[in-house]
């Protein structure tokens, strides 16, 4: 199977709704490809120091088969929530096709920074997204898979 190793990095929001009556806005981003599984999801770290706008420069990476870049219907989605000791409350969150984000990054080499409105619902919230993203290499499973392997066991030894 032909794949490609996805790296994005959630580097800041600014501008956010604030969600809280008291106290102050912890946030942190949840990001899942193709699916909202929890058990998929990553999340970056909580910002407890930049309320409505915070900053994680988090880097997430993935490995994404190559057919969730040659349709539209592969969604990258990221959450944004508000840390309270009640549960996390819903800030907003951004939707963009994974062949979207490819073909905006393959003529600048594979990467690019992007910037989105945040969502609530169907309409435009208050706020924006900051993010950069790389694609590499198509190769094929079981040769990236051999390739991460030996990276390993190199390290061990």
Not at 123 to 142: A, H, P, T, W, Y
């Amino acid at each position: 199977m032909e794949c490609r190793k996805f790296e994005i990095t959630l580097i800041s929001a600014h501008d956010l709704e604030n969600v809280r009556i008291l106290g102050k806005m912890k946030v942190h981003a949840r990001v899942s490809i193709g699916s909202t599984n929890q058990e998929t999801e990553k999340r970056t770290p909580t910002d407890g120091h930049g309320e409505t706008n915070p900053t994680w420069n988090f880097t997430m990476k993935y490995t994404i088969s190559e057919s969730m870049i040659q349709h539209y219907n592969t969604m990258l989605v990221i959450k944004l929530y508000c840390k309270r000791k009640l549960g996390d409350r819903y800030v907003g969150e951004i939707h963009t096709p994974m062949k979207e984000l490819f073909e905006f990054a393959k003529p600048m080499g594979g990467s690019c920074i992007l910037s989105f409105p945040v969502q609530k619902g169907c309409v435009n919230s208050q706020g924006e997204i900051r993010f950069s993203c790389r694609f590499g290499e198509k190769v094929m499973l079981d040769d990236l898979l051999l390739a991460e392997n030996l990276a390993a066991g190199m390290s061990l030894g």
